[in-house]
Nanobody, 120 residues
Framework: QVQLVESGGGLVQPGGSLRLSCAAS????????MGWYRQAPGKQRESVAA???????RYADSVKGRFTISRDNAKNTVYLQMNSLKPEDTAVYYC??????????????WGQGTQVTVSS
């Protein structure tokens, strides 16, 4: 049974930084592409960043140049370094494995997410 545990969120001022972590278990982590998603109040969940098993990455236009996704297969963990944060980045952030190299989440299961609030 897959488990995804997100952490690292918090309250940060505009222009600040946070590093999110997602620990995965119950899946063959090293062969899956992984993605970060976010959901703001009243909005649909959206894809933010993705990383393939080989390390290729892609980003939503809204975060390109500010966010960096990475992974440590030895720790079954994927990270999201978020710099130059903006109020519009405020959301609950989730991770999931991906179906192939699409933005579609592989699992119907979602972890609890981690809240990121960008405010002065």
């Amino acid at each position: 049974q897959v488990q995804l545990v997100e952490s690292g969120g918090g309250l940060v001022q505009p222009g600040g930084s946070l590093r999110l972590s997602c620990a995965a278990s119950g899946t063959i982590f090293s062969i899956d592409a992984m993605g970060w998603y976010r959901q703001a109040p009243g909005k649909q969940r959206e894809s933010v960043a993705a990383i393939s098993s080989g390390g290729s990455t892609r980003y939503a236009d809204s975060v390109k140049g500010r966010f960096t996704i990475s992974r440590d297969n030895a720790k079954n963990t994927v990270y999201l370094q978020m710099n130059s944060l903006k109020p519009e980045d405020t959301a609950v952030y989730y991770c999931n494995a991906l179906r192939g190299w699409t933005a579609t989440p592989k699992y119907d299961y979602w972890g609890q997410g981690t809240q990121v609030t960008v405010s002065s």
